[in-house]
């Protein structure tokens, strides 16, 4: 019995760690993230909301997961099938993570677009 105590302790700790994890939502009511994972395999969508998952549970997590982009911008990396790589950006508001942005990444650098994307959004969400 003992052990099934300290069990449901650390499950509970671990718990009220978890981040809570939102879409980014445009003034359309559009949630883009969302919309964007739901066009993928359910292997790489598996893969995408495992590795959300563990940015929700580990935070602050860096390398080779997490890397900072820019103020208030990270990206989670993604290994999907087929060889591809998946990045989707986020900030922290208020203890959330919000995801601002995702695409299938295609060159070694994070093309600008990408990234303006996810700032813009980042604006919205920050109210700027």
């Known amino acids: 019995m003992q052990g099934s ?3 449901s302790t650390l499950i509970s700790e671990a718990e009220q760690k978890r981040l809570q994890a939102r879409f ?4 359309s009511g559009r949630e883009p993230v969302r919309e964007w994972i739901q ?9 995408i909301g495992g ?24 990206e989670v990396r993604i290994h ?3 060889k591809r790589i998946a990045r989707v950006l986020f900030t922290l508001v208020k203890g959330e993570i919000i995801l ?6 295609k060159s070694q650098t ?19």
């Open 80 to 82: 999907m099938s087929d």
């Open 5 to 7: 105590t300290k069990i």
């Open 100 to 105: 601002l942005h995702g695409f299938v990444k």
């Open 39 to 47: 066009s993928f395999s359910r292997p790489d969508m598996k893969a």
């Open 110 to 128: 994070t093309p600008a677009g990408e990234l303006k994307t996810a700032k813009d959004r980042l604006k919205q969400v920050k109210g700027g």
């Open 51 to 74: 590795a959300i998952a563990e940015v929700q549970l580990g935070w602050p997590i860096g390398m080779p997961l997490v890397r900072k982009m820019d103020t208030d911008l990270w």
């Open 24 to 27: 980014f939502k445009s003034d």
